[in-house]
């Protein structure tokens, strides 16, 4: 853990205003299970919503990618969906896409949650990581905000115990709460230095390669995730089928028109989706509309339609038409 050694030095200061350190360019993923915050984290890094949270597990479904502009350095962070052991074809899929991405960064930043014991489900998904030799591995206990120093200690000892365990060490172990913004720009400041050397990948001001549908496909099934219960969240799919500026609108009043339907997977999902006198459906609407809004910068009619894709999550047919 070389955090803490950072230490004024006039002499290295000097040398660095000659001749700057190289910039350096990369990607880092965060990996861990379903609900760990690793959605959450790449946001407060990002310092903008670019990814759906909530505190359902398995929120994120492709991989997001959040981008973070320093002087030194342009940070590519890929959060993935959470791995978990799959139940549906859906699934399967997701931890395909987690397992292709680690292979393919510069750093990979576990998230294990410090109000929560190290599980098998953690330990699974370590142990593959300590396969993939080249790659340097940060251990981050996410969370902290959720739990006294004592359970942070114990946490952060079991995550240094279970790398030793596996026979490879953790670059970094670093404790954050992104929802408190505690440790979160140290986190970028560890990051930074296990990129390459090399020019920006993306253009100044880019936050995320998310093509605007998506994302606002996305913030309607956030919104669309809050308050259902049980198995419901799963099912739950969002398509922008249309976006298209209002004809007719004066220049300074223009208004978008957006035409998305939420799918789910049986016709008794319909109601609870929809609610007593679709009282429901319109609380999606609107609380999702004023983040669409937010996002595009334009005012927007927002027409959101519930259909029922049968079975999707296990359905290859089914899930190709909705993007997996
Ligand atoms: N108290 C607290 N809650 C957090 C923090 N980070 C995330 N959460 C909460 O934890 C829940 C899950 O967060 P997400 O960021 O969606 O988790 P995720 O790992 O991306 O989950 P999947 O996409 O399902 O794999 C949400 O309710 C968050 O608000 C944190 O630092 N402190
Ligand atoms: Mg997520």
């Not at 365990?165 to 720009?185: M, R, T, Y």
Request: glycine share 8%; with cysteine.
């Amino acid at each position: 853990m070389g955090a803490m050694s950072v230490r004024p030095n006039p002499e290295a200061a000097a040398r660095q205003a000659e001749n700057p350190a190289p910039h350096r360019a990369g990607f880092a993923c965060f990996v861990g299970r379903p609900n760990a915050g690793k959605s959450t984290l790449t946001n407060a890094l990002v310092g903008r919503k670019v990814a759906i949270t909530s505190n359902r597990p398995q929120t994120t479904r492709h991989t997001v990618r959040g981008i973070v502009h320093r002087p030194d350095a342009q940070l590519i962070l890929v959060d993935t969906p959470g791995l978990h052991k799959p139940r549906t074809l859906l699934g399967e899929r997701l931890n395909d896409v987690v397992r292709t991405t680690w292979a393919e960064v510069d750093v990979i930043g576990f998230c294990l949650p410090a109000d929560q014991k190290l599980g098998p489900g953690d330990k699974y998904i370590v142990k593959e990581l300590a396969g993939i030799k080249k790659t340097p591995k940060i251990a981050i206990i996410t969370k902290t905000d959720l739990v006294e120093s004592k359970q942070l200690a114990e946490q952060l000892l079991a995550v240094s115990r279970l790398g030793e365990e596996l026979g490879f060490e953790w670059a970094e172990i670093i404790p954050v709460s992104a929802v408190k913004d505690q440790q979160v720009d140290l986190l970028s400041d560890l990051i930074a230095p296990l990129l390459p050397e090399g020019p920006p990948l993306y253009p100044e001001g880019d936050l995320t390669d998310e093509p605007e549908m998506v994302m606002v496909a996305e913030l309607i099934r956030e919104a669309a995730l809050e308050g259902v219960r049980d198995e419901l969240p799963h099912s739950i799919a969002v398509v922008v089928e249309e976006m298209l500026p209002r004809e007719d609108r004066p220049a300074d009043k223009p208004l978008l028109d957006i035409h998305a339907n939420v799918y789910i997977e049986r016709p008794s999902q319909k109601g609870i989706i929809i609610g007593p006198k679709g009282k429901r459906l319109k609380d999606v609407g609107t609380k999702s509309r004023k983040h669409i809004e937010a996002l595009l910068g334009t005012p927007v009619f927002l027409d959101l339609h519930v259909k029922v894709a049968k079975d999707w999550q296990r359905d290859p047919k089914q899930l190709r038409k909705l993007g997996f």
